[in-house]
T-cell receptor, first 114, second 112 residues
Framework: DTGVSQNPRHKITKRGQNVTFRCDPISEHNRLYWYRQTLGQGPEFLTYFQNEAQLEKSRLLSDRFSAERPKGSFSTLEIQRTEQGDSAMYLC????????????FGQGTRLTVV | AQSVAQPEDQVNVAEGNPLTVKCTYSVSGNPYLFWYVQYPNRGLQFLLKYITGDNLVKGSYGFEAEFNKSQTSFHLKKPSALVSDSALYFCAVSPRGDKIIFGKGTRLHILP
């Protein structure tokens, strides 16, 4: 499968714990995006990378959230000291440089904080 | 501020009738515009895009969209709706091809 892969698909964690999600983009795609989606709402932009450089980070992203793409390939999104309000679907997408093409989305990681 | 508006939370259409899902945007410059569809428990699937050129663009599953620069709109259309078109539809804009901003979505119900 050469699509965008996200792991895990589901994560249940206790409030206050740290969680980390992984995204493997389509191999030749330089740009990688993270979004958060709550039930019935549109994807909310969190951050994006051009290769290993983090080009933009949403103001909505508190300092408990951090994302990395160390070698310009896969990316991780970490949430520290999780809160119930962090419960959502976390989506990853990738796209070739240039931006004239669409982004390709993974299936997402559903986080439930109890 | 850059934004996308989908004014209808839900649209109901009888099977076989034409459908329209509305989208307006607010960005500077010439944006790239997209429509995505999401089925339950699935990721977002690309339907179509406008980058430049002809204002009417055609996409997957018989959908099309019309770009109107003066009205800053990019409405999604289909001549004849199918029950299987029932899903959540998202309009998105990408200013200068950078980050992609999504609308809140419109739930489309096609009634048999």
């Amino acid at each position: 499968d050469t699509g965008v892969s996200q792991n895990p698909r589901h994560k249940i964690t206790k409030r206050g714990q740290n969680v980390t999600f992984r995204c493997d983009p389509i191999s030749e795609h330089n740009r990688l995006y993270w979004y958060r989606q709550t039930l019935g709402q549109g994807p909310e932009f969190l951050t994006y990378f051009q290769n290993e450089a983090q080009l933009e980070k949403s103001r909505l992203l508190s300092d408990r959230f951090s994302a990395e793409r160390p070698k310009g390939s896969f990316s991780t999104l970490e949430i520290q000291r999780t809160e119930q309000g962090d419960s959502a679907m976390y989506l990853c997408a990738s796209r070739p440089t240039g931006g004239v093409t669409e982004a390709f989305f993974g299936q997402g990681t559903r986080l439930t904080v109890v | 501020a850059q934004s996308v508006a989908q004014p209808e939370d839900q649209v109901n259409v009888a099977e076989g009738n034409p459908l329209t899902v509305k989208c307006t945007y607010s960005v500077s410059g010439n944006p790239y515009l997209f429509w995505y569809v999401q089925y339950p428990n699935r990721g977002l699937q690309f339907l179509l895009k406008y980058i430049t050129g002809d204002n009417l663009v055609k996409g997957s599953y018989g959908f099309e969209a019309e770009f109107n620069k003066s009205q800053t709109s990019f409405h999604l259309k289909k001549p004849s709706a199918l029950v299987s078109d029932s899903a959540l539809y998202f309009c998105a804009v990408s200013p200068r091809g950078d980050k992609i901003i999504f609308g809140k979505g419109t739930r489309l119900h096609i009634l048999p």
